[in-house]
């Protein structure tokens, strides 16, 4: 060990100086006090004042001896702090994602949540992440992928968390049908329907009960169980006919196909009606049917 480093200096100043104010201090006590054994009130609050007199000035020396020793230690100090936290700089981001995620209870184990642009089911959370069961992002596919991934709770901090905790069971699913203006709407509305009537009918009152809830727990007035669809004229002349029905999560791809199929037949039952005679030697192709999400 190096003994040359040391602050001897400061180590003598203080010494001395201590030494100094005590044997001050108790001259002064002994002074005040005489041979008196019993104080009245004035001599022990003098007494006092004198104690707390000489610790202030002890104080006041020791930083004035050791202030240019403490500078360099605090310098050192406060590097030696930045480069930990640099260091350490996504394991507090981390820890301080927990501590959100625990004082919101936002997520939850076995809640649909989108965190980062990455869907799934919270299947474990601990301090530095949070594990899900991948979803497809594409939010309209409800079956895993088989894949786990582990997300840093510092991901919490920078972005938005969505959570689909009431659409585990229930979702409104919504899908187009894209048609030339001259079709029908009415009769594919009629068939896209009646599809959709015949699929849910036995999930009705389950459905209408789910939904209840989700507006009590949410206390929102959401949209009710009935499917729901709206037209509009696109750029081209075109018609897109988009629907949304509350379906059983498990389902709704099922049922959405079935719908779209059936309003796929009549389109095409119209197109085929719309071919001139004469042409019956040949099959004409109407303009190309596009289904979208």
């Known amino acids: 060990m190096n003994w040359d480093v040391l602050p001897w200096r400061e180590f003598a100043t203080t010494l001395v100086l201590i030494l100094a104010l005590v044997s001050v201090q108790r001259l002064i006590v002994v002074y005040i006090r005489r041979k008196d054994e019993i104080l009245d009130g004035p001599r022990r609050r003098l007494i006092s004042n004198v104690r707390n007199a000489t610790f202030l000035l002890i104080l006041f020396g020791l930083v004035f001896i050791w202030a240019p020793s403490l500078r360099t230690f605090a310098l050192s100090l406060t590097a030696l702090a930045v480069a930990i936290i640099l260091a350490t700089r996504e394991l507090l981001l981390c820890l301080s ?77 919504t899908f187009s049908l894209t048609m030339d203006a001259g079709i029908d709407t009415e009769r594919v509305e009629k068939a896209v329907l009646a599809s959709l009537a015949d699929s849910l009918a036995s999930h009705l009152e389950v459905a209408k009960r789910y939904n209840a809830m989700i507006e009590r727990k949410a206390s929102l007035d959401i949209r009710g169980v009935e499917p729901m669809v709206a037209l509009e004229t696109l750029d081209d002349g075109r018609v897109r006919m988009t629907v949304t029905a509350f379906m059983p999560t498990r389902h709704a791809i099922a049922f959405e196909q079935n719908a779209v199929r059936e309003g796929l037949a009549v389109i095409r039952g119209e197109n085929s009606a719309t071919v001139p005679d004469g042409q019956s030697g040949r099959t004409r192709q109407g303009t190309p049917i596009r289904t979208e999400a």
């Open 97 to 173: 994602g927990a501590v959100m995620r625990a004082s919101t209870q936002e997520i939850r184990v076995g809640d649909w949540v989108e965190i980062a642009g990455i869907r799934g089911e919270v299947i474990d959370q601990n301090i530095l992440a949070v594990r899900l069961q991948e979803l497809p992002a594409d939010g309209r596919s409800h079956d895993f992928t088989g894949r786990t991934v582990s997300i840093p709770n510092s991901l919490l901090l920078t972005g938005p968390v969505k959570n689909e905790r009431f659409f585990k069971r229930y979702v409104y699913q």
